[in-house]
């Protein structure tokens, strides 16, 4: 049987190596000169796709509060299973049809694949309509940097008045940026996404966030600047299914 808190244990574990390796642990004490504990700048977004509520209560109850899902319908049935545990913070992270944001916007914190204004608009407009708490929607911009012709994601070119976009739209935080690199991709992709975010930040005092890396690119990503990684079978076991709603 899998065992869920030593998967999470030993990711954390390899997070913490890589940012020790890239130097990107921050000395809690050089802050608080008391603790001597080491932060990590690096956090995890446990990806929940194809696997059951009750394996992602085994993971909350390890410790994750974060979690990504890529169907909507899989992720509804889960959230509602699940909604005894108020502290879970859900992500999208998959393709989104535009008449699919209304309830996007009104389940998720977090959606990572916005790639085009129709959708940042309909989300923004939504949690004015429908979301009685007016929560802001956090926004990561989903960037195509393999350029490969099937791959979501929004154009280089085209992706600063994306962004431009979303930071006028007043129920949502332009957070940052997120890809998913093609396998093996070349550092130059890793080193062109942190490029992005840098230029990003400096333009938007919001972003903070570069969702990069997943089971296969954990180290790759960290080393270029990753914020947020994104890992499913490492945690979870292989997926067995695909689930296509
Ligand atoms: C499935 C998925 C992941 C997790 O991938 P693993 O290789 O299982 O870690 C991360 N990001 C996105 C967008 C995904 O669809």
Redesign the pocket.
Known sequence: MINIKDNLDKIKAQIQHACQQNGRLIALNELTEQISAQFSPVSLLA?S?TKSASLVEQAHLAGQNDF?E?YLQEALEKIALLSHFPELTWHF??PIQSNKTKLIASNFSWV??VDREKIALRLNQHIQNDNGHNTPLNICLQVNISNEESKSGIDIDELFSLAEVVNNCDNLILRGL?A?PEKNAHNRCYEKMQHLFEQLQKRYPSVDTLSLG???DLEQAVAHGSTMV?????IFGE?TKKINL
């Not at 994104?230 to 490492?234: L, M, N, P, V």
């Open positions: 990806v796709k990504g890529n992270i998959g990572h694949s997120m998913v997943m089971s296969n994104r890992i499913g079978t490492a997926r």
